[in-house]
């Protein structure tokens, strides 16, 4: 963990965010079909509640038999690479994650889906995990369960590909929108951050050699 924060505080300072393979993914929003009871809705999939147990309010339960069958959709606040879903099983009934699809999906509600892959049998009150195909870019995931309980008590979303982004440039304090021109400016994304994970593993050498 703190590798991982060295290494935003050093891309920062190179004017590049580095998101690494595994990073949390931030969710910011739903939807769902069939909630099962007032209260059980898709909010408590990123609520940070990891109590599995149905009764004390951390897990999401749909309603069972539904026709078009049931759904719920998770949304990211841009489109990112995913790489993992994970789900964290109720501390019950676990099998019902068996069939369980996974979609990752560019635009809400009837968007562009590509399917990551399909859940089997989990572990009551343990995580499952499903990996997608070398980082599929989508803006929010969609799990499907055709005619039968869908029942999670948290997601998450992890990154599937390292990332960088440029960040404005400030000359004399004012902010200028795109790349540099100056000189000092002139190293790629991808130099600057492998110079952060350089400074990173050289930074580890010497503390191991230390203690």
């Given at each position: 963990?703190?590798?991982?924060?060295?290494l935003l505080n050093i891309c920062l300072a190179q004017?590049?965010?580095c998101a690494a393979i595994g990073t949390k993914l931030?969710?910011?929003?739903?939807?769902?079909?069939?909630?099962?009871?007032?209260?059980?809705?898709?909010?408590?999939?990123?609520?940070?509640?990891?109590?599995?147990?149905?009764?004390?309010?951390?897990?999401?339960?749909?309603?069972?038999?539904?026709?078009?069958?049931?759904?719920?959709?998770?949304?990211?606040?841009?489109?990112?690479?995913?790489?993992?879903?994970?789900?964290?099983?109720?501390?019950?009934?676990?099998?019902?994650?068996?069939?369980?699809?996974?979609?990752?999906?560019?635009?809400?509600?009837?968007?562009?889906?590509?399917?990551?892959?399909?859940?089997?049998?989990?572990?009551?009150?343990?995580?499952?995990?499903?990996?997608c195909a070398d980082g599929t870019l989508g803006d929010?995931?969609?799990?499907?369960?055709?005619?039968?309980?869908?029942?999670?008590?948290?997601?998450?979303?992890?990154?599937?590909?390292?990332?960088?982004?440029?960040?404005?440039?400030?000359?004399?304090?004012?902010?200028?929108?795109?790349?540099?021109?100056?000189?000092?400016?002139?190293?790629?994304?991808?130099?600057?951050?492998?110079?952060?994970?350089?400074?990173?593993?050289?930074?580890?050498?010497?503390?191991?050699?230390?203690?």
């Amino acid at each position: 963990m703190i590798w991982n924060i060295l290494l935003l505080n050093i891309c920062l300072a190179q004017g590049v965010i580095c998101a690494a393979i595994g990073t949390k993914l931030t969710i910011v929003g739903g939807d769902e079909a069939n909630q099962h009871s007032s209260g059980w809705d898709y909010t408590r999939l990123y609520d940070g509640n990891l109590d599995p147990n149905l009764d004390n309010g951390g897990c999401y339960h749909s309603e069972s038999g539904s026709p078009s069958g049931n759904w719920v959709e998770l949304y990211l606040a841009q489109q990112q690479f995913i790489g993992t879903v994970r789900v964290l099983n109720r501390n019950c009934c676990s099998e019902r994650m068996n069939g369980v699809v996974v979609k990752v999906c560019e635009g809400a509600g009837n968007g562009t889906c590509v399917a990551c892959g399909v859940f089997g049998d989990g572990t009551d009150s343990q995580w499952s995990s499903l990996d997608c195909a070398d980082g599929t870019l989508g803006d929010n995931i969609r799990m499907e369960k055709d005619a039968h309980y869908l029942q999670m008590c948290e997601v998450e979303i992890l990154m599937g590909r390292d990332v960088t982004t440029s960040l404005p440039v400030s000359t004399s304090g004012v902010d200028i929108d795109g790349p540099s021109t100056t000189e000092g400016a002139n190293l790629s994304e991808e130099r600057r951050c492998s110079l952060a994970l350089l400074t990173i593993s050289l930074w580890s050498r010497v503390s191991l050699w230390i203690h």
